[in-house]
């Protein structure tokens, strides 16, 4: 324990983790809310969470097989920041549903990209013959069941408190989050390989 919360490279990606953690689940609740807000036809919005995990699927298994010839932080951080990116930019933006079916779809691949690497990425600024890679994988989930808890109240209370019943600050808070998180999780790519292009 005590190495864990010495080790810089690990406190920079439990830390980035957390702020993802905090957003990252927002879109997963409120996206078939918005689909209702938005639809002016008859459409099923279950549809849209549908497309999104079905995204995921692709972004549990792609990113995690090329990670290991490409690095396990060279995925993670962008896998992060375009998951935000993509909420201030296609759920922000998207006034019909054509674009939230395509945000769906973007923010489905990244965000389950982003669900497979968290481990391995642990297992990266681990040791072995330590033996505290267990101890590490369960004191990074543990801390982040926080933020993962009480993000989606947080995205909640802006909804409910804004006087137009507008998604913009649900919205910017979930993709805010989750880019401040990569920030640290570039950090702590940066604290194992300063290298930009080094495979980490």
């Avoid at 990670?67 to 019909?96: I, M, Y």
């Avoid at 950090?187 to 980490?200: G, H, Q």
Wanted: aromatic residues 14%.
């Amino acid at each position: 324990m005590k190495l864990a919360i010495t080790d810089i490279r690990f406190l920079f990606l439990v830390v980035g983790s957390g702020f993802v953690a905090l957003g990252l689940f927002t879109p997963i609740f409120y996206i078939v809310s918005y689909a209702n807000h938005i639809s002016t036809i008859s459409f099923n919005p279950y549809y849209v969470l549908a497309i999104l995990n079905a995204g995921g699927i692709f972004g549990r298994i792609a990113p995690a097989y090329l990670s290991d010839s490409l690095g396990h932080f060279n995925l993670l951080f962008p896998s992060a920041l375009f998951s935000g990116l993509s909420c201030v930019t296609l759920w922000l933006g998207a006034k019909n549903l054509q674009v939230l079916l395509a945000f769906a779809a973007v923010y489905g691949f990244w965000s389950g990209a982003f669900v497979s690497l968290i481990a391995p990425c642990v297992v990266r600024v681990s040791s072995f013959e330590r033996g505290d890679v267990g101890t590490r994988i369960g004191l990074l989930y543990s801390v982040i069941s926080v933020p993962s808890l009480i993000g989606n109240p947080i995205a909640g209370a802006l909804l409910s408190h804004d006087p137009h019943g507008s998604y913009t600050g649900t919205i910017i808070f979930a993709g805010a989050t989750v880019m401040l998180g990569s920030i640290f999780i570039f950090m702590a790519k940066c604290a194992i390989e300063r290298r930009i292009l080094a495979r980490v």
